[in-house]
């Protein structure tokens, strides 16, 4: 007898995202198979998120697109927990407002979690305004099976391209930090929080969503405040894990050569677009 696959939901916290949500929602509605919802959640947007999201549920009025507001609190883990608390489905897909989804993600997902064991999965990235796409996508997966090996017992997940069992959310749901401060990385919270229950948290390749590089824009400065959120994460939870720090020593040692990278690839991008404007008719 053929099993059915566990339903996936996709929820996606957005603030003032105008600039990527459509191509994120139309990226999950559009699956080789389909979600059982996919979830805006809008934290006090002031741009135009709210009226695309809508304009979108216009357009395609039979897609399992639900918007929902998260007015009472600011911040991105109490909009996550928002919508991860209105999934209906057996499995609930998390990622950010810039992640685009392969069209075969659901599918995936749903083969990651055929293990009853397998509590979360997470995978690989693509950064879409990168130059050298096919080969910083081979990298980002090296790089993360690397880390599994590195970690040993801690595997963590990736916040733009993660999938959690919806019981094994429940289970952790009231002890996630809420970080009022916005000083910590919550899908590593949420990793070590699996790993103190002894929940599975498993890796697949074939998991494959694009973001932005964005991140690489910031200063320096700000960078490596970013990074350091691994630290205060690590502290909040008392884990002294020399593996664990790998991933901040990989970032910012990659840090200069990436930014050169996207700041040049930006400069394409911009000759392309002055190019294509001037252009005569």
Known sequence: MTSVPPSVSIVIPAWNEQDTIRGCVLAALHQTMPALEVIVVDNRSTDDTATIVRALQAAFPQAPLVYLQQDEVQG?????NFGLDH???DIIGRIDSDSVLEPTWVAEVQKGFADPEVAACTGPVIYYDMPLRRFGAIADDAIRRAMIVITRDYHLLFGSNMALRASAWRLIRSEAHRDPDDELHEDIDLSIHLHEHGLKVAYSSEMVTGMSAR?????PREFYNYVMRFERTYKLHNVRSLGLRAPMAILMSAYPALKAMRAGELRREA????AATTKPK
């Open 87 to 89: 999934a209906r489905g």
């Open 271 to 274: 000759s392309e677009l002055r």
């Open 215 to 219: 991140r690489l824009d910031d200063s």
């Open 76 to 80: 991105l883990i109490p909009t996550r």
